[in-house]
């Protein structure tokens, strides 16, 4: 539970058993511990400003929603350059025509279904009639420095700039991830929600480079309203999710 207090006696035999699962330290107890309360409690930044995920309530949010899409049901095979005409589309919005390019350079001809499963979805607001719903993904990846050695040596908040990120979610294809993700979504809500509407309810993706979020208090207001080191916030491209769920559906 995102509101209960960190060193809540649950919360800390749920660490010792997860550190226990994976062989690691039970020394680290305490290091898992001030993770956490960074994270939680560090504002997403962006569009989001100050709102935490400590804030949301368990209503609001749902954890590892599984999915299984069909893909190409009623058309041709998917293939790089579908998927790349779609991130053609809105090319001012992240992740544009450069991504683009990235993709169709991509070897893969796919139908069937696609599978996944979504860390975290949640609602910006308390009043629903009000809230939009965002995808979350947690990412350990490393961004630091390296010793004359070439170890890794350093890593924290100051490595985890916008350019250091962003170079990270293209090697990775984190934005194609973000975007069927935003598909899954969508789809999920025009089953679920009354009166769905993508412009009014579907509010984008982000994502938390858990290695790089800042400890709260060293936040400035100003730094609120920008983007916070380790945090991705990026509303949905709306015509390019429309349109991936329509190439999803019918092929290419």
């Known amino acids: 539970n995102f509101k209960d207090p960190i060193n809540d006696p649950a919360t800390l035999v749920l660490i010792e058993k997860e550190l226990t699962r994976s062989g690691l330290d039970m020394n680290l107890c305490s290091v898992v511990l001030e993770g956490l ?3 939680l409690n560090t504002p997403l930044g962006g569009v989001l400003g100050d709102l935490t995920l400590a804030q949301i309530n368990k209503d609001r949010r749902l954890h590892e929603l599984n999915f299984d899409l069909p893909l190409a049901q009623k058309g041709n095979q998917i293939r790089p350059l579908d998927i790349a005409n779609v991130f053609s589309i809105e090319p001012k919005a992240r992740f544009g025509l450069s991504y683009a390019k990235k993709l169709s350079e991509l070897n893969f001809s796919s139908c069937g279904f696609l599978t996944g499963s979504i860390d ?9 009639s009000k809230a939009r719903w965002w995808v ?5 990846n490393w961004i630091g420095s390296n010793d004359s050695e070439e170890q890794l040596v350093k890593c924290g908040p100051f490595h985890y700039d916008e350019d250091a990120m962003n170079s990270q979610m293209v090697k990775h294809h984190y934005p194609l991830q973000a975007h069927l993700y935003l598909v899954a979504l969508h789809r999920y809500l025009k089953w679920r ?4 509407n993508p412009s009014r ?3 984008g993706y982000i994502y938390i480079f858990l290695r790089g979020v800042p400890e709260h208090h060293m936040l400035s207001k100003n730094t609120v309203e920008k983007n ?9 491209p709306l015509q390019r999710v429309l349109e991936l769920d329509r190439l999803l559906e019918e092929g290419g």
């Open 37 to 39: 309360t960074n994270v």
């Open 120 to 128: 975290l979805i949640f609602t910006d607001k308390e009043n629903q």
């Open 136 to 140: 979350t993904d947690w990412k350990s």
């Open 193 to 196: 929600l009354h009166n769905y």
């Open 201 to 203: 309810h579907l509010g």
């Open 228 to 236: 916070i080191p380790g945090i991705i916030v990026e509303p949905a």
